[in-house]
């Protein structure tokens, strides 16, 4: 009996600690229009961790990708600017992408 109560307040304390939301990390990453032609993207997460090596898309409106890189050691990605409208994705893997569209982007 000593011995289930014990697993069972291990587990249940286990499950208390993982879903903690203090140790989670949300994407976070936002794009602006620099006004020269470029568009500046800054990321990272919730916890503070940095975004540096962060696979970045650039896609049109059909899906075709215009643009891949990854964000720099300052977390921040910059390309030239496409024409018409496009959606850049912040992918740091499953769960932890973010899609932002031109019309989202900060002018």
């Known amino acids: 009996m000593k011995k289930a109560l014990l697993s069972l307040a291990v587990t249940l304390g286990l499950a208390v600690f ?26 990272g997460f919730s916890d503070g961790s940095s975004a540096a090596g962060v696979k970045m898309t650039v896609v049109d409106a059909s899906g075709k990708t215009l643009v891949e890189g990854k964000m720099d050691e300052f977390s921040e990605f910059q390309f030239k600017k496409p024409a018409g409208a ?22």
Not at 86 to 107: L, N, Q, R
């Open 18 to 43: 993982l879903a903690s939301p203090l140790y989670a990390h949300t994407p976070l990453c936002s794009c602006s229009d620099e006004g020269n032609g470029t568009i500046l993207c800054e990321g």
């Open 86 to 107: 496009f959606t850049v994705i912040f992918d740091a893997g499953p769960g932890h992408a973010v899609k932002i569209p031109s019309a989202d982007i900060i002018e």
